[in-house]
């Protein structure tokens, strides 16, 4: 994932820029700490010099005032993969994410890999639960199939079929895509697959900017 999150680095303002890690969907099977800690690891490998671990694990630390602060200082907010609804159910409506939701309104860069993207789009697809679940809605009308090139692609068919109106976005194991003021883009060693609503399927180019 270097390509895609040096590209976020950059966007949030290079390698100086305070990056705050969410390892809240590791939580339920205690992983936390050790996916937190690796989240850590890897943004300095790659250059940051501000990584920090922000320790909301459940409703209560959600709520915590004291790291609502911390996740402010932010210039950019990842959030880990691991269990999705338990992930958008901890966030919606805490102190955490009004915090999150403020720093991406001034500018700061928000990101999220497998359970991490799926939640903020508009609907995601819980395969531990298998449920089709609304998301916090950040990326309206759409829907992410995380390891689209390993198992996310099975999903399409009953998912455009529940989602008749949404676009499925199929992205594949060690690829992002990133969105500007230019529009979205692909970053990494595999692709990302478009299922728009009227059938249509697009695979874009890492040169093409495009529109969810």
């Not at 339920?28 to 996916?35: C, E, F, I, Q």
């Not at 459940?58 to 790291?67: E, F, M, N, P, Q």
């Not at 860069?109 to 903020?120: D, N, P, Q, Y």
Request: negative net charge; proline residues 5%.
């Amino acid at each position: 994932m270097a390509e895609a999150d040096l590209h976020a680095i950059n966007l949030a303002g290079g390698f100086e820029a305070h990056i705050c890690i969410l390892p809240t969907a590791a939580a339920p099977d205690n992983n936390h700490t050790r996916a937190g800690m690796n989240g850590v690891r890897w943004f300095r490998s790659l250059g940051a010099m501000q990584v920090s671990v922000v320790n909301v694990i459940d409703k209560v630390s959600a709520s915590d005032l004291s790291l609502a602060q911390t996740l402010r200082s932010a210039q950019m907010i990842y959030l880990l993969g691991g269990f999705p609804e338990y992930l958008a159910t901890t966030l919606q409506g805490s102190l955490t994410w009004e915090a999150t939701l403020e720093v991406f309104a001034n500018g700061g860069v928000l990101a999220g890999s497998s359970a991490g993207a799926m939640v903020l789009c508009e609907h995601y697809y819980d395969p531990y639960v298998k449920k089709l679940l609304p998301g916090l809605n950040l990326v309206p009308g759409s829907c992410v199939l995380p390891h689209h090139n390993n198992f996310g692609r099975e999903w399409v068919g009953s998912l455009s079929k529940l989602l008749p109106d949404t676009i499925l976005v199929g992205i594949d194991e060690g690829t992002g895509m990133i969105s500007d003021a230019d529009g979205w883009q692909v970053y990494g060693k595999g692709g990302v697959t478009l299922y728009r609503p009227d059938g249509k399927i697009e695979v874009p180019s890492r040169e093409v900017r495009f529109t969810l």
